[in-house]
Nanobody, 124 residues
Framework: QVQLVESGGGLVQTGGSLRLSCAAS????????MGWFRQAPGKERVFVAA????????TYADSVKGRFTISRDNAKNTVDLQMNNLKPEDTAVYYC?????????????????WGQGTQVTVSS
């Protein structure tokens, strides 16, 4: 069992930046691909970014490419999401997740462990 705890959410103005962090309870998470997903009010949860076990491979949703950067520090059991040039449409609850494989899948079905989420609100 892996527990994930997100932090770093908050309220920011359009064009601002936030850095989300996800802490894993076990070092075994270092062998998993990790991802960030988000759910806006009234909408389904969608993929944002993912990183493979080593950090050598990343993938992003088109909507965040060039603005968001996912990274991981396996020594600290953490995965971060740096979000720059934020837009009102980025407003959502952001979830960290650990996959059941070492790669960086975009489909939610590959993710077994989920955090509780952290709210990000971007004001216009």
């Amino acid at each position: 069992q892996v527990q994930l705890v997100e932090s770093g959410g908050g309220l920011v103005q359009t064009g601002g930046s936030l850095r989300l962090s996800c802490a894993a309870s076990r070092r075994t998470a270092n062998y998993y691909g990790m991802g960030w997903f988000r759910q806006a009010p009234g909408k389904e949860r969608v993929f944002v970014a993912a990183i493979n076990w080593s950090g050598g491979s990343t993938t992003y949703a088109d909507s965040v490419k060039g603005r968001f950067t996912i990274s991981r520090d396996n020594a600290k059991n953490t995965v971060d999401l740096q979000m720059n040039n934020l837009k009102p449409e980025d407003t959502a609850v952001y979830y960290c997740a650990a996959a059941v494989l070492a790669e960086a899948p975009t489909s939610q079905g590959w993710y077994r462990y989920w955090g509780q989420g952290t709210q990000v609100t971007v004001s216009s």
